[in-house]
């Protein structure tokens, strides 16, 4: 089952490396019963353990069992089962995650800590100082002015972006639609800082391969910026609403961002509540 979920999904979905980990977190909870074993009660089980053992949230463990139905969805086209036995498991209720907005300050605040350097003493017993934060300066920076997704930014590729139109294209998109965005000014300054010389436009120096995670460098930094309930797809949201604040078209904010309809670009941003008070206030008048 295991196998023929794995050739599904190279075949059929750009999530493939998240779901060999999938794979791998259901191996060890399943990978020692037979299938016939894989009953509603074990997959509660499953939720239970994965939850206490590993503290992922809700959401998380819902993903595992949208991946795993999936599994069995196959194993049951392949005549493997007879049924699949998530039908009567449910899925764990999730937090609603309040869409955010930097605001000028913190941005402010945000690259000044980026950019501050912290003095330490080496093996050599001489001062230096080190800038730990200063990689994340161009992937933020590359997220405010464009909109990108986090995973589109580590995998951006020289290739993918036309200097002589100034356009970013990107070809492997969440929506599998290509889309174009137009380079500014500010970004086309860090495409010239970053130039390395390899496949990707931003590369992990201590590593010499695109980036997979910033997770502890990131929350670390805005703790330090005393940011607070942010997460790096907020930058997503920040470039969308800026956008729209300053008069930009919905219609040209949504071919921007990717979106699949107008409806997704307005709940993505928070233009609305300032035109709304606006539009309020008119009616104090009469």
Request: proline residues 2%; contains cysteine; charged residues 30%.
């Amino acid at each position: 089952m295991f196998i023929l979920y794995l050739e599904y999904s190279e075949n059929n979905k750009k999530s493939y490396k998240s779901d060999i980990r999938s794979t791998d977190v259901f191996l060890e909870y399943f990978g020692n019963v037979n299938l016939e074993e894989i009953t509603p009660a074990r997959i509660e089980d499953f939720k239970r353990d994965v939850k206490n053992d590993t503290g992922n949230k809700n959401a998380t463990i819902n993903r595992y069992l949208q991946a795993l139905s999936k599994m069995l969805n196959i194993a049951v086209a392949n005549e493997l089962i007879s049924k699949n036995p998530m039908w009567s498991v449910k899925k764990l209720k999730e937090n609603n995650y309040k869409t955010r907005v930097l605001t000028q300050s913190e941005e402010k605040r945000l690259f000044e800590e980026i950019e501050r350097g912290y003095e330490v003493v080496g093996r050599d017993r001489k001062k230096k100082t080190i800038y730990p934060y200063l990689h994340l300066k161009p992937l933020i920076i590359c997220a405010l002015q464009t909109g990108m997704r986090r995973g589109e930014i580590f995998n951006l590729k020289w290739s993918n972006i036309d200097f002589e139109y100034e356009i970013i294209e990107l070809l492997e998109t969440k929506s599998g639609k290509s889309r174009k965005i137009p380079i500014s000014s500010k970004m086309m300054k860090v495409f010239e800082e970053v130039k390395n010389g390899t496949e990707y436009v931003f590369i992990n120096k201590e590593t010499g391969l695109p980036y997979n995670d910033i997770k502890r460098s990131f929350h670390s930094v805005l703790d330090k910026a005393g940011i607070k309930d942010f997460r790096f797809h907020d930058f997503r949201h920040t470039a969308a609403t800026r956008m729209l604040e300053k008069g930009a078209d919905i219609r040209t904010v949504q071919e921007i961002l990717g979106h699949s309809s107008v409806s997704v670009t307005e709940r993505y941003t928070h233009t609305n509540a300032k035109n709304k008070k606006s539009a309020i206030e008119i009616l104090s008048s009469f």
